[in-house]
């Protein structure tokens, strides 16, 4: 059984630029959301996507969006690249709509600077 | 706002000692309570997690106690290791949800 996989584990951008990360969930799992850690913090929420639409969204501008595809696997983009994007970008897949009853399985993250 | 408020922050303790973090609530709709562990370049990975039915869960060196009316939960863990050293967050969530809220985080380096 394999676990999340992310893609890339680094990545340096400008502000202003875009990035897209990947995240494939784990076999069987047909949910994946999206936090953000910043160093020190606890992870935040960004958006939740189930059966490929999006099923849920934190307090993150529009300029985060995401895709869900149909092998469950999803992609997290943010446009506009500002220097407080500068996060841990984890990904975290689950075995129903909802992780409440089974709790998450992450992915080791994206680590995005934007300088 | 922090809906999930964690200490301490940073924690040293003792091989074989105990190591306690604490969690607090507000909001009574959570109704689950996991606590996940991080090492360093890692993601977070579910170490254990609690219903408000229960007072405790224990689960090998690790136990969750569980306060409903004082709305606090916390994560003991017994003969403290050096490789239990990693970043714990404790988290909640509800039903009618589909995030989960994380703490801050605390640190724990467990010395030799």
């Known amino acids: 059984e394999t676990g999340v996989t992310q893609s890339p584990t680094h990545l340096i951008k400008t502000r202003g630029q875009q990035v897209t990360l990947r995240c494939s969930s784990q076999?069987?799992?047909?949910?994946v959301s999206w936090y953000q850690q910043a160093l020190g913090q606890g992870p935040q929420f960004i958006f939740q996507?189930?059966?490929?639409?999006?099923?849920g969204r934190g307090n993150f501008p529009p300029r985060f969006s995401g895709l869900q595809f149909p092998n469950y696997s999803s992609e997290l983009n943010v446009n506009a690249l500002e220097l407080d994007d500068s996060a841990l970008y984890l990904c975290a897949s689950s075995p129903a709509g909802r992780a409440y009853n089974y709790g998450y399985t992450f992915g080791s993250g994206t680590r995005l600077t934007v300088v | 706002q922090q809906q999930v408020k964690q200490s301490p922050q940073s924690l040293i303790v003792q091989k074989g000692g105990i190591s306690i973090i604490n969690c607090a609530y507000e909001?009574?709709?959570?109704?689950?309570f996991p606590w996940y562990q991080q090492f360093p370049g890692k993601g977070p990975a579910l170490l254990i997690a609690?219903?408000?039915?229960?007072s405790e869960k224990k689960e090998g060196r690790f136990t969750i106690s569980f306060n409903k009316s004082a709305k606090q939960f916390s994560l003991h863990i017994m003969d403290s290791q050096p490789g239990d050293s990693a970043t714990y967050f404790c988290a909640a969530s509800m039903a009618s949800g589909n995030q989960f809220y994380f703490g801050t985080g605390t640190s724990l380096t467990v010395i030799p």
């Open positions: 909001n009574t709709a959570f109704d689950y």
């Open positions: 609690i219903r408000p039915d229960v």
């Open positions: 996507y189930y059966r490929e639409e999006e099923n």
């Open positions: 076999s069987g799992h047909n949910t």
